[in-house]
């Protein structure tokens, strides 16, 4: 037990139309394999957000009203006392979700055909937004050195140039990479993309779930250049494991695309309150921090599982994480092609997780193993996973 929430309950996720033990998800014949695929927690959500909404539905009705006075005040206190951070509320927008704001913005500031940059391997959503707006996907890869990420500048600024290039999709913290990017390494990115007016739009759903007492640096934070030259997307979804209540929210400090960004919402009315969602928001930001540490503990420890098991299997490499829930393990020196590992994972070690070169072709070789699970079912995957290698390949 931790804290008020027992992370080790096995709770059953079928009892619901869950995403990752879905058939869409795991196919036919998949139910007795290890979800990990989608990234969400396994863990119920916080008793302060439980509460609120029980409180929300115990008033019984739901006719038509108006974001809660509390909400605003949630969102900026959240962001100024756990990222240091000071956000006006008047500059804060509510949306539906991220993906949601990552397409309107793409759709709003740049035109069909232009280029956006992503940073490969990347979540794989970055790439289906910008085909269904017609945007054009720029690659600048991270590069991989001695099992770290870091991004190309160098890359970066030989395609930032290009006056067709107008935006760049940042992911801070980056899945599946598990990077937490410092202040320099954002500093330098928002340098190259100011000064050739490419516009950052910094996906920051990940922030909250940091490693080792790190904080993560939101982009708009490091100063009015780059607060003026971003579009951040936010949401309680990762950190309090409520992404099915749809809530996110987008810190928009220029006032001209902020003002179109709202008659954007406008016009396709995506900008109505749901009430669960509301009281949801407002609670886990007002109310929960003290889970969210015990959460992030839980994680460490699971983390530390991975390790140790991992040790004794020297053919599958962890790349260290610094944050996000979601592992990115090397499978290359199996040497096995892209889809014999999916066939590896699945059918060897019973694992559903994503295939790497769903974030690019640099993922080919690698897997996105989500660890927000209960500790049982983690150290199961992870025998498996031993037993599955040892039967390819003795461990030496
Ligand atoms: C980096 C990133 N952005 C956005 C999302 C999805 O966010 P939402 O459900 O709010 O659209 C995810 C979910 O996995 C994600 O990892």
């Known amino acids: 037990m931790t804290g008020t929430t027992n992370f080790d309950e096995k709770i059953n996720r079928r009892e619901v139309p869950a995403l990752k033990t879905h058939k869409m998800v795991l196919g036919e014949g998949g139910v007795s394999l290890f979800a990990a695929g989608v990234a969400d927690m396994d863990f119920r959500a916080p008793p302060a957000v439980m509460a609120a909404m029980q409180e929300r539905l115990d008033h019984g009705v739901f006719g038509y009203e108006t974001v809660p006075d509390g909400l605003m005040p949630a969102l900026t206190d959240w962001l100024r006392n756990r990222h240091e951070w000071s956000v006006e509320a008047s500059h804060i927008l509510r949306a539906p979700n991220v993906l949601n704001i990552l397409a309107i913005a793409a759709s709003l500031f740049t035109e069909p055909g232009d280029g956006v940059i992503v940073q490969p391997p990347v979540f794989f959503d970055f790439y289906d937004i910008l085909n269904e707006n ?11 050195r001695d099992g770290r990420y870091s991004m190309d500048f160098d890359g970066l600024e030989k395609l930032a140039a290009d006056p067709k290039i107008k935006m760049l999709f940042l ?10 990017w410092s202040k320099t390494e954002l500093q330098q990115l928002g340098d190259i993309c100011a000064a050739n007016n490419v516009l950052v739009v910094s996906d920051e759903i990940h922030g909250d779930i940091t490693f080792d007492s790190r904080r993560y640096t939101p982009f708009a934070a490091l100063g009015p250049k780059y607060a003026q030259n971003s579009i951040t997307c936010l949401s309680p979804a990762k950190s ?27 016009r396709l009315t995506v900008n109505k309150n749901n009430a669960f969602a509301s009281v949801a928001m407002e609670a886990a930001y007002t109310k929960c921090g003290a889970w969210l540490e015990d959460v992030l503990l839980y994680l460490e420890d699971n983390l530390s599982l991975v390790r140790t098991h991992l040790n004794a299997i020297p053919q599958v490499k962890l790349i260290e994480p610094e944050g996000t829930f979601l592992l990115w393990l090397d499978f290359r020196d199996l040497g096995f092609s892209p889809e014999e590992l999916t066939a590896f994972l699945r059918q060897g070690a019973g694992w559903a997780v994503t295939r790497g070169q769903a974030f690019g072709v640099e993922g080919e070789g690698f897997a996105r193993l989500n660890i927000a699970c209960t500790r049982a079912d983690l150290e199961l995957a992870m025998r498996r996973l031993s037993t599955a290698v040892e039967q390819i390949t003795p461990i030496s």
């Open 134 to 144: 017609s945007r054009r996907l720029v690659s600048n890869p991270l590069i991989l």
């Open 240 to 266: 309090f494991n409520i992404a099915a209540c749809c809530s996110a929210f987008t810190v928009i400090i220029d006032d001209a695309r902020r003002k179109a960004f709202q008659v954007e919402n406008s």
């Open 171 to 180: 992911c801070n913290p980056h899945n599946p990479v598990g990077r937490v």
